[in-house]
């Protein structure tokens, strides 16, 4: 390739320029404000922008079309014309019969994809009946214990037709539940390569994310999360085995930059792992998902989705040599701020969740959740979850904001923000490398300490009035308009009821041989995925499989303060 | 009276959120408090620690739910050790219909989303200076 073509000549640049200074002495003399205004990520931002901020922007190279490398403006050739994103509402709770229910509701209401979150127990891989999950079982998600759960769960879905999100955050959840969902698969004559869906299974949930006892080293976690890859590279190869949660990196204090950073370079330790293990790249990149967050600064967000596409392109490309367009091409899930949302005034979330939605489509999500307008106060009821839906509806249907791809491309602000966050993330995930890499930089607590910085700093600001919040430290009532609480329905009598039952029916000789097999299986490198599958046919626990993994690899204890 | 107010923070149960438990820490830090930070815990271990340690007062949270069954139990527990007066604080998402009830069991304050950290703060010194 020749000298890099600019998308402006020195020549007009340079009148711009001259302009440019004109027109900012202006301001100053007529008094007009100049007071320096950041992003919500500490990026400065100017009064206005023009081709001078994207001067350097090669249109060709830097942004192409959409469907092609760096991918900036979106994945997919025509986007939303071609396919829309996936309207997929998170729904979990109490035993699986009564979010079975729930799934119906929100299917029959025009939901394109379920998004299955699990409670804590299962989460943690602890039984609904273990003295530790008495007062949480049910509760932020559904409860799963046994394959026959998942079939509670999943009764009257297609499942063949549907795509399910699997929110299993960590792998050693991940590792029980999606065999679980295989298996129920399989059980319903359904082959595992008809199976389309995502997991969750992102190692840095458990160790540096959301944190509760019994937490496996970031060595092993990762291992659990690559055999889930490595697994359905095999055997399910249009399911997605792995989202990388930078949306819940985010919730837990994270700036966009760092979103960004930390997501790419988990995916990063993934990729160079499968490769260790002998995966040809293009047989699994495309199948490495994303998950990010829609927070309230609107155009960073954009930029954000836009700038995270155009160094994966680049990295699939250039560092891992991915051949195949598709590996090189970053899909993404965005869930609207559950941080952002406001016990005071609830109503108000429905508007802030669509801006930020709104945000998540102009920057080119695959699927996305809006969230209900009471998160900060209880699980959504069924009233907050339809409005929640409908929020999406509206935004497919009306707004006709998906006629064109990439919208905003091409705005100078926007544009040049794009380089600015892909700077800043470059920069960091620099860091990243020098630390060795994403597990070490998780296993030596650095990314703990960054994140509980970020989150500090953000807390203060709102303090002290530089983050505006509305209804929380400005324009508050005295009286809030009371809203439905949702109650969480009887979950461990229920599931005890059927744990009881099950551990008398199943064949608890064999159930001994799987565990033991897996158990040898942890001391091999032989995958565990290849294990589960199976095991779990035997009706063995979601607790009795965490068990052995906690035992076999041991636990670890996030250095958090 | 010690110099240094210290306090017990815990998270309830199997509940993972901690972004709003390290931020309290690390402002009662900075506001001059001696901070242990537990992490998740039932109750029985959590009043078995703080007793140890003879805090001035204990901080639990929770966002999961769980709130209005281990909350209580703290206090109960408390009360079997014959420990009356050790104020407990409760923080995160508490919807204000629970409010009235954890309060009657004992809890002594509830801050929940969107409190600021000053006002945790100005409620332990004015708890501690009243003791």
């Given amino acids: 390739m020749g000298e890099r073509q ?97 799934y119906l509701y929100l299917l029959k209401q025009g939901a394109t994809g379920l998004n299955s979150t699990f409670d804590y127990p299962t989460l943690r891989g602890y039984d609904s009946d273990d003295p530790l999950a008495i007062a949480d079982a049910g509760r932020g998600g559904v409860a799963i214990d046994t394959i026959e759960d998942m079939g509670l769960l999943f009764q009257g879905i297609p499942i063949d037709n549907v795509s399910v999100s699997l929110v299993t955050c960590q792998p050693i959840c991940n590792i029980s539940v999606q065999s679980m969902y295989f298996a129920y698969a399989q059980s319903q004559g359904i082959s595992m390569e008809h199976l389309t869906g995502t997991s969750q299974n992102d190692f840095m949930m458990e160790t540096a994310i959301t944190i509760a006892p019994g937490v496996l080293r970031p060595e092993a976690s990762f291992r659990l999360c690559c055999d889930a890859i490595e697994y359905c590279t095999r055997h399910a190869f249009r399911w997605n085995p792995v989202s990388f949660a930078g949306y819940n990196y985010r919730e837990a204090g994270c700036t966009t930059i760092q979103e960004i950073a930390f997501a790419l370079q988990n995916a990063c330790a993934c990729v160079e792992e499968l490769i260790r293990r002998g995966v040809s790249v293009d047989d699994f990149a495309s199948r490495l998902s994303f998950f990010f967050s829609a927070q309230s600064d609107f155009f960073e967000e954009i930029a954000k989705y836009r700038a995270a596409r155009r160094i994966w392109g680049r990295i699939m490309k250039d560092r891992f040599h991915a051949e195949k367009p598709r590996s090189c091409a970053l899909r993404f899930h965005v869930q609207t701020a559950g941080a952002s949302l406001t016990a005071q005034q609830p109503l108000n979330n429905i508007t802030r969740a669509a801006y930020q939605a709104l945000s998540a489509v102009l920057g080119g999500a695959q699927s996305v959740h809006v969230d209900a307008y009471d998160e900060a106060l209880c699980m959504p009821t069924q009233l907050s979850s339809l409005t929640a839906l409908r929020t999406q509806q509206i935004l497919q249907h009306e707004t006709r904001t998906t006629h064109t791809a990439d919208p905003l491309g091409g705005s100078y602000f926007i544009e040049s923000l794009t380089n600015e966050i892909e700077e800043r993330v470059l920069s960091l995930m620099d860091e990243i490398d020098t630390l060795g890499g994403m597990v070490k930089a998780v296993s030596s607590g650095w990314i703990h300490s960054e994140i509980a910085a970020s989150a500090y700093e953000y807390q203060r600001s709102i303090e002290s009035g530089k983050i505006k919040v509305v209804g929380v430290n400005c324009y508050r009532n005295e009286e809030d308009i009371p809203i439905e609480i949702f109650e969480v329905p009887e979950t461990v009598e229920v599931q005890r009821r059927k744990l009881e039952r099950i551990k008398k029916e199943r064949n608890n000789q064999k159930v001994r041989a799987v565990l033991d097999s897996i158990a040898r299986a942890c001391e091999s490198n032989e995958n565990l995925m290849e294990i589960m599958v199976d095991s779990v046919k035997e009706r063995v626990t979601v607790g009795e499989v965490s068990a052995i993994l906690k035992a076999q690899f041991g636990t670890w204890d996030p250095p958090l303060f | 009276m010690r110099e240094r107010i210290r306090i017990l923070i815990a998270r309830l149960g199997l509940d993972a959120h901690w972004r709003g438990s390290i931020i309290v820490a690390k402002a009662l830090r900075d506001a001059g408090m001696e901070v242990i930070y537990l992490g998740n815990k039932m109750p029985e271990a959590i009043v078995e620690v703080a007793l140890q340690e003879d805090v001035d007062i204990i901080g639990l949270s929770s966002l999961s739910g769980n709130h209005n069954i281990l909350a209580p139990q703290v206090i109960e527990i408390l009360k079997q050790k014959g420990e009356n007066t050790l104020p407990v604080i409760l923080g995160g998402i508490i919807p204000q219909r629970d409010i009235p009830k954890l309060k009657e069991k004992g809890i002594t304050e509830i801050f929940g989303p969107g409190s600021s950290l000053k006002s945790i703060i100005d409620f332990i010194l004015s708890k501690n200076s009243f003791d």
Avoid: C
Avoid at chain 1, 40 to 69: C, K, R, W
């Fill in chain 1, 6 to 102: 600019k998308n402006f000549n020195d020549k007009s640049l340079r009148e711009i320029q001259k302009e440019s200074l004109l027109w900012k002495k202006s301001l100053k003399e007529n008094d007009e404000s100049t007071e320096p205004v950041e992003s919500l990520s500490g990026i400065p931002i100017e009064p206005v922008y023009t081709p001078e901020h994207v001067a350097g922007t090669n249109y060709l190279e830097d942004l192409g079309f959409p469907g092609q490398m760096p991918f900036v403006r979106g994945v997919y050739p025509t986007m939303y014309r071609g396919r829309l994103w996936t309207m997929r509402q998170l729904a979990g709770f109490g035993p699986p019969e009564e979010t079975n229910t729930r």
